[in-house]
Nanobody, 117 residues
């Protein structure tokens, strides 16, 4: 599985961005797709995940009610719609893939999100 993240940028606090994760490879329906983020000097944190059938949706508490994860099967793409952005959302955002009961073992390159106050 190959993953390509895009959509990052610079936005003011309170603004919105939509990240995309384009996936390719065999048997994508067997994989969960997750978004993670890593701020400077901090560990990489889980943000959200979705099953390829649209189930298994979960969010980190810090982004609930602000971020929405979704997928477009026809485009093999998972989206992360981010609203009400805060300076603390500033980080490099990564998408990753895993099969159930396994660790995330396929990672895309990151995309930088910067939220200015």
């Amino acid at each position: 599985v190959q993953l390509q993240a895009s959509g990052g940028g610079v936005v003011q606090a309170g603004g919105s961005l939509r990240l995309s994760c384009a996936a390719s490879g065999p048997n994508l329906s067997n994989y969960l797709i997750g978004w993670f983020r890593q701020a400077p000097g901090k560990e990489r944190d889980f943000v959200a995940r979705i099953g390829w059938n649209g189930g298994h949706i979960a969010y980190a508490d810090s982004v609930k009610n602000r971020f929405i994860i979704s997928r477009d099967d026809a485009k093999n793409t998972v989206y992360l719609q981010m609203t009400a952005l805060r300076p603390e959302d500033t980080a490099v955002y990564y998408c990753a893939a895993k099969r159930p009961s396994f660790e995330y073992d396929h990672w895309g390159q990151g995309t930088q999100v910067t939220v200015s106050s």
